[in-house]
């Protein structure tokens, strides 16, 4: 089955702890994103990227950092610069032409501080 | 810049009855419009989406939304609500950049 798989499902996070999220995809999509969703806020994006090996700030960057060497990967590291760091995450794919406007999610992975 | 709109945070309807979610947007071109839907935990399904042509579109599980431009809106609808529609849609807008803005969400619940 195609799709988008992130993990860990569930993550924990101590007080000055760096923490990796992991998305891989085998959709041969070209361009990758990552959000964080808050209660009653939405989606936020955090970073996305249209092209291994090059990628670009989205609206909340400050505290995250990302990697993309891979087309089919694209992790997201939280940073202890990142204060706040408990919420929902989900990272997003998009393919090519018109159709590089249609996202498709996975399933998510909750972070929270210990 | 973009921004979406969804005014209503709660609704409450019954099952069988009609649905309607609001979504307005702002968007100087012709956006490209997204309903999607999220059940507890879980990550987000495309409903259904507009790109151009007819402004009336059919997505899955029965759901339909409408374009309308003189209104800035794209209301989500369903004839008779199913207690397992009950979750969270959210409405987006996307330019030709491949970004996607979003609504803050409406909570659908479903009573019996």
């Known amino acids: 089955d195609g799709g988008i798989t992130q993990s860990p499902k569930y993550l924990f996070r101590k007080e000055g702890q760096n923490v990796t999220l992991s998305c891989e995809q085998n959709?041969?999509?070209?361009?990758m994103y990552w959000y964080r969703q808050d209660p009653g806020q939405g989606l936020r994006l955090i970073y996305y990227?249209?092209?291994?090996?090059?990628?670009q700030k989205g609206d909340i960057a400050e505290g995250y950092s990302v990697s993309r060497e891979k087309k089919e990967s694209f992790p997201l590291t939280v940073t202890s610069a990142q204060k706040n760091p408990t919420a929902f995450y989900l990272c997003?794919?998009?393919?090519?032409?018109?159709?590089?406007?249609?996202?498709?999610f996975g399933a998510g992975t909750r972070l929270s501080v210990l | 810049a973009q921004s979406v709109t969804q005014p209503d945070i709660h609704i409450t309807v019954s099952e069988g009855a009609s649905l309607e979610l609001r979504c307005n947007y702002s968007?100087?071109?012709?956006?490209?419009l997204f309903w999607y839907v999220q059940s507890p935990g879980q990550g987000l399904q495309l409903l259904l989406k507009?790109?151009?042509?007819?402004?009336l579109v059919q997505g899955i599980k029965g759901f339909e939304a409408e374009f309308k431009r003189s209104q800035s809106s794209f209301n989500l609808r369903k004839p008779s609500v199913h207690w397992s529609d009950a979750a969270e849609y959210f409405c987006?807008?996307?330019?030709?950049?491949?970004?996607?803005?979003f609504g803050a969400g409406t909570i659908l619940r479903v009573k019996s």
């Open positions: 987006a807008v996307g330019s030709d950049g491949n970004k996607l803005v």
């Open positions: 990227s249209q092209i291994v090996n090059d990628f």
């Open positions: 507009y790109f151009s042509g007819d402004t």
């Open positions: 968007y100087g071109a012709t956006p490209y």
């Open positions: 959709l041969n999509h070209d361009a």
């Open positions: 997003a794919s998009s393919g090519e032409g018109v159709r590089r406007n249609i996202q498709y």
